[in-house]
C-alpha cells in the first residue's frame, strides 16, 4: 500500500513490486543477511541459523495507546 500523497505513486508501487519480487528477495536474503518477506523464497544461512522465525502476536497498537503516558514516566524519572 502506498500513500496517495507521494508525488511519484506509480513509480513507488513499481519498486515496491520490485523489492518483493522473488529475486530482489532472493538478493536482499543472500548478499544482507535479511529476512525475506517473500516466504517462497529461501533464508540465507545466516538467518536460518537461529531456527525457524515465529512472529510475535503483540499488538503494537495497544503499544501506540500508551505511549503519551509512557513519555510523561520518561520525563518524570529524567530519562534521556
Avoid: W
Avoid at 6 to 15: G, I, Q, S, Y
Avoid at 29 to 49: D, H, I, L, M
Amino acid at each position: 500500500m502506498v500513500i496517495s500523497l507521494v508525488p511519484n505513486h506509480d513509480n513507488a508501487v513499481k519498486l515496491l513490486k520490485d523489492f518483493t519480487s522473488d529475486s530482489a528477495q532472493s538478493c536482499f536474503a543472500n548478499s544482507n543477511n535479511e529476512y525475506r518477506v517473500v516466504p517462497t523464497v529461501a533464508a540465507s544461512s545466516v538467518v536460518e541459523g537461529p531456527g525457524e522465525f515465529t512472529a510475535a502476536t503483540l499488538n503494537l497498537n495497544e503499544l501506540g495507546k500508551r505511549q503519551a503516558r509512557a513519555q510523561e514516566i520518561y520525563n518524570e524519572v529524567g530519562y534521556k
